[in-house]
Structure formats: C-alpha cells, structure tokens
C-alpha cells in the first residue's frame, strides 16, 4: 500500500493552498465573463446591492447562484470520492465510476417520462428525492455487479471498476432511449443530464443543500473510524470500532452527498476520482484533514471547469460536465498508468 507521510505544517500549508485557490477562483468566476467586472466593482456590489446598475445585476442574479452551484456540487463529489477510494481501497473508485451519477440521472430522466409534473417548480424535493433513490441505486447495482464477479477474490479491484463502468454505460444508455423517445422531454433535460452548473438551477440548490451539509458532517464525524478501518477491519474492530455498520453508514452518506449535486445540475463527472489524489499527496490519508482539504479542491476546480466552460468556445458556453469529462479522461489514463501499468499495489492507505 501506498503510504503518504504529512506532518501537521504541511497539512496545513495544503488546506491553506487549497482555500486559496478556491478564493482565486471565485473571484474569477465571478470577474471573467462576456462582461468584465473589477474586482473593485464586485466588492462594491457584495457590500451595496444597487439593481439599476448592470454588473450588479448580472453578479447578483447570474454569476453568484452559479458560483455556488459550482462550489457546492465540486465539494460534494470530492467528499463522497475520498470515502470511497478509502472504503473501497482502490484509486479508480468514484461516483461516476460505481453509477451514482449516472443511477440518479436515469431515475429523474425515468420519473420524467413516467410522471412529467416531476419537472416543475412546484415538485423539486421530489426531483431529489428520485435523485438520491437513483444515486443508491446506481452504487447497490454495481457492487452486486461486482461481487457476483468475484470482487472477494480480486485484491486489486479490477472487477469493482469494470462493474462499476459496465453498470454505467447500461443506466446511460436507458436514459438516452427514453430522452430519444420524446423530443420535447430530450430538450428540457438534455443540458441538466450533460452537466449543466447554471443560475437557473439556484432554487435545486435552495432546497438540496442541506442534503449535502449533513452528509458532509457525517463523513467528518466518521472520520476516526475510518482512518482506523483504513488500518484493517481487525484492527479497527479491536478498538471497539462497528465496522460493517460504519463502512455502511459513510458509503450512503457519500452517495447521498453525490446524488444531491446531480439532483441540482445534472452529473459533473470525475471530481470525485482527480480530486483526492490531487488532495492527498499533500495532505496524507488521513480522512478528516482529506476531507476538508478535498471539499475546498474540489470547489476550486468545478469553479476553473465552469469558466472555461463559459470561456473557451465564446459566444457558445459548453456545459461544464462536458469539460470536467474531458479533463477527467485524461486523469484516468494516468491513474491507470500510475496504479495498475507500473507494478504497483494499486491501493490506498
């Protein structure tokens, strides 16, 4: 196993860095767009709401509920990857890759063509709750996958990934054939289901982030148990530590806290699997100071996605899903490389 040695200053130099870049890149999000806002003129409209002045306008009504957006969904996906590559003790392990993501698009997709009031304003806590029953799932299904596959017998945890991509690409492609069915329908849910942080989609967040926070909350309450988990089941036993009812209650508390953000913008893959191994060599594996390291991280870099996704192809803005899975593709390739090409253990500690 792969040992990461972080003394308590480094661990705080990460999460310093890490808080940093998050206040970088919100600053960015909220100047940079096809209007430029100073910073002086941002702060002036943070302190004093004026709405007959555009900038303010366009900062208060379109760049902070997206910004949020963005924050809340990279916290949430970089906290429920943490737990599960820890958990699952393999680098590949994420939401998008055990079909959470694409579980709970299915779900909402599915309520959609089966019960369309599902899409209005009036009915948005069932569009979560459908969204979190998707989200779990996604994860059950591919475990089972996995397990029939023989998962006991496979120390690296090749067969978790393929069941888990396998599960993925099915739940996909049902929700594909019921968006092709109806034209109408593709076109109210074609943006959400690609990945969409957009400040249309603020009043999800008003109603689901609670979902996120108690989650979050839960992982960090947790996060002694797990770091003794991480040390081996027996072990963690002796010192009195509940390990099936633990490993159970933060694996769902990881899957919740990853279907509420797709509930709110649609899945923005591969935060969860870049993000802690971005995190961890500067902040060890220890779980709590993972987790709060992650959560800042990962907001920082749903943030850069979101600009660039405004930014890159002007005047067209791509949805920031798309860019987080072309950057995360690459990812991939150099985890697979690093973990299971170079003779490595392929596991975490």
Known sequence: MRRYKNGLPQRRSGLLLGAGGLLLALGLNLCVGTRWIAPVEMIGALIEFDPDELDHFLLWYQRIPRALIAVYTGAMMACAGVVLQSLM?????????????????????????????????????AQGMTALAGGVFGAVLALTVARLAGLAQDPRGFSLILAGALVAMLLSGVTQAILL????????????????????????????WWIGVICCGTLLALSRHLNLILLGSDKAGSTGVNVPLVS???????????????????????IGLVVPHIARPLLGAAVGPLLLGSALMGAGLCLIADLAARMAFQPYTLHTGVVMDLLGGAFFVAIIRRHYLSGRAGQLA
């Open 181 to 208: 069915s109806d034209p109408q329908r593709r076109s109210d849910l074609l943006g959400w289901a690609s990945g969409s942080i957009n400040h249309v989609y603020a009043d999800r967040l008003a109603v689901f």
């Open 248 to 270: 159970r209650v933060a694996m769902l508390a990881s899957v919740f806290a990853a279907a509420s953000a797709v509930a709110v913008c649609g899945p923005v893959g591969f």
């Open 89 to 125: 003790r393999n680098p590949l392990t994420s939401p998008a890759t055990l079909g959470v993501n694409s579980g709970a698009t299915l779900f909402v997709v599915l309520g959609a063509a089966l019960w369309p009031q599902l899409l209005t304003p009036g009915f948005l806590v």
